[in-house]
C-alpha cells in the first residue's frame, strides 16, 4: 500500500492506460500507483475492462494483470449505499450512471481515492466525502 492510501483506478483511466495511444499523463499516472502498490480494483472494473478485450488473448492477459490488484469485494452494504447514493443524487438533479455510484460507493467503504476521468465522479464527490484524483484536464489539455 503506499502512504497515499488505497487507489482504485475507474475504467476510464484504465482505458487511457492500458492504450498504446492514451493520455500520456494518465498513463504514469496508473503506471505509478501500481508501481507504489496503492491500486485496487474491484469486479465492476474488472468486469468493464474484460468485455473490452478484443481478443482471447488480451482478455486472459487482462485478467491477469488485474487480478494482481487488491480486490475490494462489493457486498450488499455497498450496494444498498450506491441505491441510496443514486436516489439522493436523482432528487438534488444529478443523474449518474449505477456503475458509478456502486465504484463510488466501494471506494468508500475502502476508504480509497478514485482516480478517473469520468465527470461523474467529481459530480459525487462534491455531494459526498468521496475522495477523487481527476485526470479529466488531461484529456481536455491536449
Known amino acids: 500500500m503506499t502512504t497515499e492510501g488505497a487507489v482504485l483506478v475507474d475504467t476510464s483511466a484504465w482505458i487511457e492506460a ?3 495511444s492514451g493520455n500520456r499523463a494518465i498513463r504514469e499516472r496508473v503506471a505509478a500507483v501500481i508501481a507504489a502498490g496503492g491500486a485496487v480494483t ?5 468486469m468493464e475492462i ?3 478485450a478484443r481478443t482471447e488473448e488480451q482478455y486472459r492477459r487482462l485478467q491477469e494483470d488485474l487480478s494482481a490488484l ?7 452494504a455497498t450496494w444498498r449505499h450506491a ?8 432528487r438534488s438533479g444529478l443523474s449518474i450512471p449505477p456503475t458509478d455510484l456502486l465504484i463510488a460507493a466501494v471506494a468508500l467503504a475502502d476508504d480509497a481515492t478514485v482516480l478517473h476521468a469520468d465527470r461523474h465522479f ?8 468521496l ?3 481527476s485526470m479529466l484536464a488531461n484529456l481536455t489539455s491536449g
Do not use: Y
Not at 474491484?42 to 474488472?46: D, K, S
Not at 487488491?70 to 450488499?76: F, G, H, Q, T, Y
Not at 441505491?83 to 436523482?90: N, P, T, V
Not at 459530480?123 to 466525502?129: F, H
Open 18 to 20: 492500458l492504450r498504446p
Open 42 to 46: 474491484t469486479q465492476i472494473v474488472i
Open 50 to 52: 474484460l468485455i473490452g
Open 70 to 76: 487488491r480486490l475490494v469485494p462489493i457486498d450488499a
Open 83 to 90: 441505491m441510496r447514493s443514486g436516489f439522493e443524487l436523482r
Open 122 to 129: 467529481d459530480l459525487i464527490a462534491s455531494r459526498s466525502p
Open 131 to 133: 475522495k477523487v484524483e
